[in-house]
């Protein structure tokens, strides 16, 4: 048990600090962490959208790897090993800068969460229609994403080793169609086939492994820059911490570092797996057509074994919104435990779950669907415009949300910083590394995010649907507001939650410590 001279080392202690071990289970072993971990950061449906720009695309992966993933899990393990409680970078901003910061950070992270749903969907969506040979209108598409949310909403709402144990079947699925994706790959080059792409051209010409670097990325008018990807490698490799928004429910600190090493080596080698796949085995103009992964699998093994790998990701993207559902959640548990939103946000159900939270999430999610897809095509009377409106809005709200991603890593990055320099006696207890590594994380991370939130802005997902001036206009919009309504959130949240009385469950919890 931790004893109260280790809790003062760390600061005035938290409701939910408190509290929150009482409630939840712990059921997370190594591997659930690790399977949880690749849900959501290893979203394999990134890969068409750069690999069509020839083998610079591996150049950003690497870069990505090198300047975002590693620091940011390095940072995220040595906050874990110094507050292992639920919420992860919510808890880890209150302890460096306090209450507000802490509710922006935890906003930042949770808001994210909650529009990638529609994204999930959108995956399903697009593979069904491939597999089917169809092509739906937007309603349709719509009911097939509030589908998937509530599937996901459903599975969460379960005792969580059994959904877990859903969750980890699905990963190693995953994991073998990503293993058929890069064989696939390999088969298309011993079949005699030549490859699409032209590994022998280390230059900065087109089609060369560095087209487009000696480009002034911060120029927004230069045609000839490739920086837009790393944004895009930015997007795909977000969500390092989110494993920990559930750290009370681990049942072993190791899992902390053993999720982050072992989820990072399969993030990276299935990410440049299925670049080196596509860039061997598909058309580049396939680039940005979700279901590319499935074209070098079809040429290669023929379309049953299409069909089984396509069927296999529709069902880990569906699986994917199950993690996020239960995993964003605990944001919405611990606000409430700690009064900063309603405590009935904090009620469990049976099976021990945050099911209001849940249900709240599915629901707006669920309302940002039915606005994208119905809505506004409606407004348009039908047709192609409101079918290119809905894709228009769909790609502004996916940008937005990897800027407010991003800048709650900037929290991140931040937060250790100040934390190992507040708490100076209990880092020097748990650290994982020199304090130098983590300056070196906190800049290089720091940098990264706001150069990829940079190109976010400089370069439209599709030149085709959008101007630079529209789109950057766009997605400034969704963001402004976004984080506009957060210090409305947080003063109507704290007033009408400051009286308000903690779920039983929380009662009967609060003042028993538990073993971290």
């Known amino acids: 048990m931790e004893s109260t001279g280790a809790r003062a080392a760390t600061g005035p202690e938290l409701t939910s600090e408190r509290v929150a071990g009482g409630i939840l289970p712990k059921v997370l072993n190594s591997f659930d962490m690790v399977a949880i971990f690749v849900a959501i950061v290893l979203f394999i449906s990134n890969v068409p959208g750069f690999y069509g720009n020839g083998p610079v695309s591996i150049v950003y992966l690497l870069l990505g790897f090198v300047t975002f993933l590693i620091p940011g899990a390095i940072v995220t393990g040595q906050l874990g090993f ?16 306090g209450p507000f910061a802490s509710f922006v950070a935890g906003f930042a992270a949770w808001w994210p969460g909650v529009l990638a749903m529609l994204a999930t969907g959108t995956v399903v969506s697009q593979l069904i229609q491939y597999l089917g040979g169809w092509s739906f209108e937007p309603w349709l598409q719509c009911i097939v994403i509030l589908a998937v949310i509530a599937i996901g909403a459903g599975f969460s709402l379960l005792r969580f080793r059994l959904t877990q ?3 980890n079947l699905v990963f190693l699925l995953y994991g073998l169609a990503i293993l058929l994706v890069g064989l696939s790959g390999a088969l298309w080059l011993l079949q005699g086939h030549p490859s699409f792409a032209d590994f022998g051209h280390f230059d900065f010409n087109p089609g060369g492994w560095f087209q487009g670097l000696n480009a002034n990325p911060l120029d927004p008018t230069s045609s000839t820059s490739t920086w837009s990807l790393y944004g895009f490698v930015i997007l795909a490799l977000l969500g390092i911490e989110v494993p920990l928004n559930m750290g009370v429910e681990i049942v072993h600190q190791k ?6 090493l072992w989820g990072s080596v399969v993030v990276m080698v299935a990410y440049l797996l299925g670049d ?5 085995a598909a058309d580049p103009k396939q680039g940005g057509n979700l279901a590319a992964l499935l074209i070098p699998v079809n040429a290669t093994m023929g379309p049953i074994v299409s069909g089984l790998v396509g069927l296999i990701f529709i069902g880990f993207f569906v ?11 605990r944001l919405i548990f611990v606000s409430g435990l700690d009064r900063r939103l309603p405590p009935v946000l904090s009620r469990v159900n049976r099976n021990r779950v945050p099911y209001l939270a849940v249900i709240l999430q599915a629901v707006l999610a669920g309302v940002a669907a039915v606005i994208t897809f119905v809505v506004v095509p409606y407004a348009l ?14 790609l502004v709200f996916l940008a937005a949300i990897t800027v407010i991603w991003c800048v709650s890593m900037l929290f991140l990055f931040v937060d250790i910083l100040y934390v190992i320099r507040k708490f100076s006696s209990v880092f020097a207890q748990r650290r ?22 940079w190109t976010i802005f400089t370069n439209p997902f599709s030149p085709q649907l959008f101007s630079k001036a529209d789109w950057w206009h766009a997605v400034l919009l969704v963001v402004v507001l976004s984080l506009a309504v957060v210090p409305v959130l947080y003063l109507i949240g704290t007033r009408t939650a400051s009286s308000a009385p903690l779920p039983r469950e929380a009662q009967a919890a609060d003042g028993i410590s538990y073993v971290r």
């Open 82 to 97: 110094l507050f292992p409680g639920e919420g992860s970078i919510y808890l880890w901003t209150h302890k460096a800068f």
């Open 165 to 167: 144990n859903a969750v």
């Open 255 to 260: 899992a902390i570092t053993r999720y982050l």
């Open 276 to 280: 080196w796949a596509l860039l061997v």
């Open 319 to 329: 699986f994917i919104t199950v993690v996020y559902s239960f995993s964003f959640a």
């Open 381 to 394: 009377g039908g047709g192609g415009a409101a079918g290119d409106l809905s894709s228009r809005v769909y």
């Open 432 to 453: 994982i590394a020199h304090p130098v590594v983590f300056w070196i994380c906190s800049v290089i991370g720091a940098i990264s995010s706001f150069f990829g939130m």
